[in-house]
Structures are given as C-alpha cells and as structure tokens.
C-alpha cells in the first residue's frame, strides 16, 4: 500500500498486478480453490476482494485501489507540499500539468465520475419495488455507504475557503476506495446474475448473486474478522470448518467432498458439489434441528408474551 500511496498509479500498477497474482496463488491454496472449475475460482476472487461487509472476505484489491490511494495521499499533503517546497508555491492543483500531482488530479476526477455513475445505478435499484410474502414492499438491495458527492469537491474547491471562512475537509483514502468497492460490487453482481443463467452444477434458480446478496447483509461477514481469543470458547475456529464456511460463503465447491462427489458422479448419481443437500439434509442439520427450534419457539413465546404485557399494561416480568 506505500508504494500505491507513493508512486503515480501507471508507476505501482505492474508490480501491484504481479503481487496480487501471487497473492491469489496463496488464497486459491488456502481456501482449496482448485476443486472448483475456473469459472467458479474467478468470480470467487472477485468477492474475496471485496469488503466483508460487501459479501467478500477482506483481501485488499490494492491494484484496484492504487488510483484511490494516490489520489488520496496527494490531495492530503498538497497543503504541507507548497509550504515546505517553493517550486510547488506557485502550482494550482486543479491546473497544474506537473505530472506527479496530474496524475493524482485525473484519479481523483475519475473516481468523481465514477461514484456518480454507481449513485445512478443505486437509484434505479432504489426505483424497484419488491413485494414480500408478508406483503412489504422493498427496494432491490445493494450495499450501503457509498460517499456522498458533498464529500468529493471539484478539484478547484478542494483547497478554497467557502463564504464561512472554511475550507473543505480533503476526503480520505476510505472515502475514494468506497467508490471503487461499491463499482466492483455492481460489477460482480451482474456477472453472477450472468452465471446463473448458464450454470450447470446446481438446480436452485439464481442461486449465486442471491448467495453474494446474502453474504452482504448486515453481520453476515462479521465472523471473518473475529480475532482468536484464548478466553472466549470456541473462538478458535478450526480449519476444516473454516475452510468449508469459506467455499460456502464464496460459491466454490467443497474441496472435502470432491472425490466423494466425483465417484458419486461417475456412478450415475447426482453430486452436490456446492454443498446444499448436505447443508440442509446431513448429519449436522438433523442434529442440530432438535435444538434450533425449541430456541425458535421460545423466543417467539418471549416475544409474544412482552407484546401481551405491554397491550395489558403490566410487568413482563
């Protein structure tokens, strides 16, 4: 990330594209990627990229966000660069053909460009209307948090006082990598919408863009970024749980179960090369059943017994 910071984004690319190449040799190793077809492998890196809290694993796409690094990195210490060296005294930021900081100014006009083509996309999503079961209507989900325009002023503003006196806050390397995970997200969510339509592994309908929604939701990636605690039970998560949770969450197939599932499919049988039957109908589901809905239907006794008590006016306790 330093040398994203530091170097102009046509500098860094070459050797951040080959390190993170090497860097999906050791994920693909990790998550037992190469029991999935490449297909399968490629739209699962493309999500391991992004955010937890988009439905991706955390691994930072550098390469991708060289442009918003740079930019971000000038635009914070042009200030400091004027005032301590006096061949940049005299340069307008928003003018200037110096290339290190043109450079920067043409990122940062990109990514302005850029969110405003995602806040177009989001309000046709936003535009949609989906009718629940219960009756609710909802917008087509997408993520949350896309900067707001406010936050990214033309260049000829970035460093002018306004009529109070003030003068804008530079926004930060968050700021414009927000606009880039919010494109990748749209990016991959029509590429699986795409796969689904062809994909031959599976008989659930619209099952891998609905799967990357899913893994989006609030809290759905929370557990990736849980810390190992020697005090807390269970925190410790083994590896071949983790490693099944991981194909799961990014569409690959269980790289456990291949050879099981590749006699099972030389013998005329039908495999389950995601996972799903084995998920709902295996050992674990029907264990695991007994306990889940007891819970279930205590909570809703709690909660039905609060609401009664609060109609009656009376002490849930």
């Given at each position: 990330?330093?040398?994203?910071?530091?170097?102009r984004?046509?500098?860094?690319?070459?050797?951040?594209?080959?390190?993170?190449g090497r860097?999906?040799v050791?994920?693909?190793?990790?998550?037992?990627?190469?029991?999935?077809?490449?297909?399968?492998?490629?739209l699962?890196?493309?999500?391991?990229c992004?955010?937890?809290?988009?439905?991706?694993?955390?691994?930072?796409?550098?390469?991708a966000?060289?442009?918003?690094?740079y930019?971000a990195?000038?635009?914070?210490?042009?200030?400091?660069?004027?005032r301590?060296?006096?061949?940049?005294?005299?340069?307008?930021?928003?003018?200037?053909?110096?290339?290190?900081?043109?450079?920067?100014?043409?990122?940062?006009?990109?990514l302005?460009?850029?969110?405003?083509?995602?806040?177009q996309?989001?309000?046709?999503?936003?535009?949609?209307?989906?009718?629940t079961?219960?009756?609710e209507?909802?917008?087509?989900?997408r993520?949350?948090?896309?900067?707001?325009?406010?936050?990214l002023?033309?260049?000829?503003?970035l460093?002018?006082?306004?009529?109070?006196?003030?003068?804008p806050?530079?926004p930060?390397?968050?700021?414009?990598s927000?606009?880039?995970?919010?494109?990748?997200w749209?990016?991959?969510?029509?590429a699986?919408h795409?796969?689904d339509r062809?994909?031959?592994?599976?008989?659930?309908?619209?099952?891998?863009?609905?799967?990357?929604?899913s893994?989006?939701?609030?809290?759905a990636?929370m557990?990736?970024?849980?810390?190992?605690?020697a005090?807390?039970p269970?925190?410790?998560?083994?590896?071949?749980p983790?490693?099944?949770?991981?194909?799961?969450?990014?569409?690959l197939?269980?790289?456990?179960?291949?050879?099981?599932?590749?006699?099972l499919?030389?013998?005329?049988?039908?495999p389950?090369?995601?996972g799903d039957?084995?998920c709902?109908?295996?050992?674990?589901?029907?264990?695991?059943?007994?306990?889940?809905?007891?819970?279930?239907?205590?909570?809703?006794?709690c909660?039905?017994?609060?609401?009664?008590?609060?109609?009656?006016?009376?002490?849930?306790e």
């Amino acid at each position: 990330m330093y040398w994203a910071q530091a170097q102009r984004p046509a500098l860094s690319g070459p050797a951040l594209e080959a390190a993170l190449g090497r860097l999906r040799v050791s994920w693909e190793a990790l998550v037992g990627a190469d029991a999935s077809p490449e297909d399968r492998r490629e739209l699962a890196w493309l999500q391991a990229c992004s955010p937890t809290n988009m439905g991706g694993c955390g691994v930072y796409p550098v390469h991708a966000l060289r442009g918003a690094a740079y930019a971000a990195s000038v635009i914070k210490n042009w200030p400091t660069l004027q005032r301590i060296s006096p061949a940049l005294r005299g340069l307008d930021f928003a003018t200037t053909t110096l290339p290190s900081i043109a450079a920067a100014r043409d990122e940062y006009e990109a990514l302005r460009a850029e969110r405003d083509r995602v806040a177009q996309v989001h309000d046709a999503y936003d535009a949609y209307e989906y009718h629940t079961i219960h009756g609710e209507k909802l917008p087509r989900f997408r993520p949350q948090s896309l900067t707001p325009a406010a936050r990214l002023p033309e260049p000829a503003r970035l460093f002018v006082p306004d009529d109070d006196d003030k003068v804008p806050t530079p926004p930060s390397q968050k700021a414009l990598s927000s606009v880039v995970h919010h494109s990748r997200w749209l990016e991959l969510v029509d590429a699986l919408h795409e796969y689904d339509r062809t994909a031959a592994d599976t008989n659930v309908s619209h099952r891998e863009a609905t799967r990357l929604i899913s893994a989006s939701q609030f809290g759905a990636g929370m557990w990736l970024e849980a810390a190992p605690d020697a005090s807390l039970p269970h925190s410790r998560l083994r590896s071949g749980p983790y490693v099944v949770a991981l194909q799961r969450r990014l569409g690959l197939y269980l790289s456990s179960a291949r050879a099981a599932n590749d006699t099972l499919a030389a013998a005329g049988g039908e495999p389950d090369w995601l996972g799903d039957a084995a998920c709902n109908t295996g050992e674990h589901s029907t264990r695991q059943q007994p306990r889940h809905q007891p819970q279930l239907l205590g909570s809703h006794t709690c909660n039905h017994s609060l609401t009664a008590a609060s109609k009656l006016g009376v002490d849930a306790e």
